[in-house]
């Protein structure tokens, strides 16, 4: 073989090993990247008059400053309060809202609520687009004047949507509230 030919077929070579190389390392469609999850807004409302507004921030991400959390502080006139969770991600300019891409992919989503200490009960009020819990809606009900902590989880991808203790999957937030009702 000579010179010019050996250089060629390796210059094809180089060039479809290249191309399998990109060709395996390219994205797959399917999957959704992570979001950056800085911000929790639990919004509530309610007869009365009631409505207020309650943040969970963590700027600068997992090991950074504590982040800053906000006391929900409920009547306790055994209320009926509709809450609607809002996401953001503060690090992007603008202010990146994430609650309408979770509300678009409901059925691989579910928010729980885990309440301890006080005398608050959460009822979910909205499914996702097959009839199976989401819980981005829910009902507070707030008893007699107590305190404690209400724990939002954002589960992605749950194996099961009934089983709000342990629905499976990963988990795309975590974040617990001190709740006084007063």
């Known amino acids: 073989m000579n010179h010019s030919k050996m250089k060629l077929r390796n210059w094809l070579l180089a060039g479809l090993l290249a191309g399998l190389f990109f060709a395996s390392c390219k994205k797959d469609d399917n999957t959704t990247e992570q979001e950056n999850i800085t911000t929790i807004e639990v919004h509530l409302t309610g007869t009365g008059g009631f409505e207020d507004k309650f943040f969970w921030r963590d700027l600068d991400g997992s090991g950074g400053s504590a982040p800053e959390i906000d006391t929900i502080v409920i009547p306790a006139q055994n209320l009926d309060l509709n809450c609607h969770i809002h ?96």
């Open 87 to 182: 996401v953001y991600d503060e690090s992007k300019n603008p202010v990146e809202d994430i609650t309408e891409e979770i509300e678009e992919e409901n059925t691989d989503h579910l928010f729980t609520y885990l309440i301890t200490g006080a005398n608050l009960t959460v009822v979910p009020d909205d499914v996702d687009n097959d009839g199976a819990p989401f819980n981005l809606e829910t009902v507070w009900k707030s008893g007699a004047a107590s305190t404690g902590t209400v724990r939002i989880r954002l589960f992605h991808e749950p194996s099961d949507k009934t089983d709000t203790n342990n629905p499976g999957g990963e988990v795309d937030l975590d974040v617990t509230f001190p709740v006084k009702i007063q």
